[in-house]
């Protein structure tokens, strides 16, 4: 059966990716980006099988209106995906109100706004699958990016409570969480703060990140992709890459210590 998709940030990286598999088999995709004709070559190729939308996510009126345009030229909405996004590079003592408010605005309450002009349209379906963009970053966390881990630990904070609100309407959410791809995510879609000499030893440390010495390749998540819209029962978190499973489980056996070493100091916390 076909599928329509709703993809944010369809420009390049992952949403250019996941929008040609979708397309190459076949399915409708509505395809968004800031400039919109960084997408004439989706429709050069496809010609109405794709719907070219010019949106800025940060723009929640704007978001409304794209959804609802989409799912009225193709009559259906079976996949949302909020992809756009991108990382902010700086010491948490480095950033700006603006560097700060920024992200949040783009990577946590783009997602959310697109999410919740989403859910009325699935939910008189009866049907639907949402799909976040998150990362490793979004349940471990390491120096110089704590602004977009603070965007991505949001966003699997409200998808979780999401996908348990929404579950009876047959709407399902996945959390993706990428390791590190050879997109240009830390190349020219980055954005840094001026940085402050006392941190030169940390930044210089944050550049030997596991992922960074063996980055995945984007095109190997399109069939990773289309197997995660087809299953019948698709997870709430998927990983994807090979680094962040390592990742993941060495942060959790730290912190399972942890709890359970302060659990003494956590029940006398609790009184009689």
């Given at each position: 059966?076909?599928?329509?998709?709703?993809?944010?940030?369809?420009?390049?990286?992952?949403?250019?990716?996941w929008a040609e598999?979708?397309?190459?088999r076949?399915?409708?995709?509505?395809?968004?980006?800031?400039?919109?004709?960084t997408?004439?070559?989706?429709?050069?190729?496809?010609?109405?099988?794709v719907l070219?939308?010019?949106?800025?996510?940060?723009?929640?009126?704007?978001d409304f209106?794209?959804?609802?345009?989409?799912?009225?030229?193709?009559?259906?909405?079976?996949?949302v995906?909020?992809?756009?996004?991108y990382?902010?590079?700086g010491?948490?003592?480095?950033?700006?109100e603006?560097?700060?408010?920024?992200?949040?605005?783009?990577?946590?309450?783009?997602a959310?706004?697109?999410t919740?002009?989403a859910l009325?349209?699935?939910?008189?379906?009866?049907?639907?699958?949402?799909?976040?963009v998150?990362?490793?970053?979004?349940?471990?966390?390491?120096?110089?990016?704590?602004?977009?881990h603070?965007?991505?630990?949001a966003?699997?904070?409200?998808?979780?409570s999401?996908?348990?609100?929404?579950?009876?309407?047959?709407?399902?959410?996945?959390?993706?969480?990428?390791?590190?791809?050879?997109?240009?995510?830390s190349?020219?879609?980055?954005?840094?703060?001026?940085?402050?000499?006392?941190?030169?030893?940390?930044r210089?440390?944050?550049?030997n990140?596991?992922s960074?010495?063996?980055?995945g390749?984007?095109?190997?998540?399109?069939?990773a992709i289309l197997?995660?819209?087809?299953?019948d029962?698709p997870?709430?978190?998927?990983f994807?890459?090979?680094?962040?499973?390592?990742?993941?489980?060495n942060?959790?056996?730290?912190?399972?210590?942890?709890?359970?070493?302060?659990q003494?100091?956590?029940?006398?916390a609790?009184?009689?």
């Amino acid at each position: 059966m076909t599928k329509t998709w709703f993809i944010t940030g369809a420009s390049k990286g992952f949403g250019r990716e996941w929008a040609e598999a979708a397309l190459e088999r076949g399915d409708k995709v509505s395809a968004t980006a800031r400039k919109l004709e960084t997408l004439d070559a989706l429709v050069d190729a496809y010609g109405d099988a794709v719907l070219p939308i010019q949106l800025d996510v940060t723009d929640r009126d704007a978001d409304f209106d794209a959804v609802k345009r989409a799912a009225d030229h193709f009559g259906k909405l079976d996949i949302v995906i909020n992809n756009a996004g991108y990382g902010h590079f700086g010491m948490i003592e480095e950033l700006t109100e603006y560097e700060a408010r920024s992200q949040m605005e783009t990577n946590l309450f783009g997602a959310l706004w697109v999410t919740q002009a989403a859910l009325p349209i699935m939910r008189e379906q009866g049907s639907g699958h949402i799909i976040q963009v998150s990362s490793i970053g979004g349940i471990s966390a390491f120096p110089t990016v704590g602004a977009y881990h603070a965007t991505k630990w949001a966003l699997e904070g409200f998808s979780q409570s999401l996908a348990q609100e929404v579950a009876g309407f047959g709407i399902n959410v996945t959390l993706i969480e990428p390791g590190g791809y050879s997109t240009d995510w830390s190349g020219p879609s980055a954005t840094h703060s001026d940085e402050n000499s006392a941190y030169a030893a940390v930044r210089e440390a944050a550049k030997n990140r596991p992922s960074a010495s063996d980055p995945g390749d984007p095109t190997a998540t399109r069939g990773a992709i289309l197997k995660v819209v087809d299953a019948d029962e698709p997870p709430l978190r998927i990983f994807f890459g090979k680094m962040p499973l390592e990742i993941a489980t060495n942060d959790y056996e730290s912190r399972l210590a942890t709890w359970n070493e302060w659990q003494p100091v956590a029940v006398e916390a609790h009184g009689a």
